[in-house]
């Protein structure tokens, strides 16, 4: 949307429900993930669709995990996280990292730093007796 006009300006096609968005702060790229397990990469300028990213089967993620999903500043990587974290090159759809985050850590939101080097999670840790609280994870993406 342009912010002054309120008026849009592109719309994708994604397919399935979208539950995550994010966009790289040059505004060249969104990344979109779906309650499929599909990532998407979008070029704003063409309106076209650059990446689609089967991330996992949602089957093998925490029932209360979703998939959430951030693109570094730049538009070169893109990170996704449910069960696990996984780092992409926007470009090439080459996975640099694939770290499994816990069972018990539900997750509800992931960042990337604008270099692409730092991610960051944020969720809930509970069950198997621990209790439940909030935690906030940091993991070096370098």
Not at 58 to 66: H, I
Not at 103 to 114: G, R
Not at 120 to 137: E, H, P, Q
């Amino acid at each position: 949307w342009d912010a002054a006009s309120l008026t849009a300006l592109a719309s994708f096609d994604a397919r399935s429900y979208v539950s995550k968005v994010a966009v790289s702060s040059d505004g060249s790229k969104v990344v979109s993930g779906d309650i499929s397990g599909t990532v998407k990469v979008w070029d704003t300028a063409s309106r076209t669709e650059l990446a689609n990213i089967d991330v996992d089967s949602l089957e093998s993620w925490s029932v209360q995990s979703e998939l959430v999903v951030d693109i570094s500043g730049d538009g070169t990587r893109v990170v996704s996280a449910a069960g696990a974290i996984k780092l992409w090159d926007a470009a090439s759809l080459t996975e640099f990292e694939n770290v499994h985050v816990g069972s018990h850590f539900i997750l509800s939101s992931v960042a990337i730093s604008s270099d692409g080097t730092k991610v960051v999670l944020g969720g809930n840790i509970g069950g198997g007796g621990m209790g439940n609280y909030g935690s906030v994870k940091v993991w070096d993406a370098a």
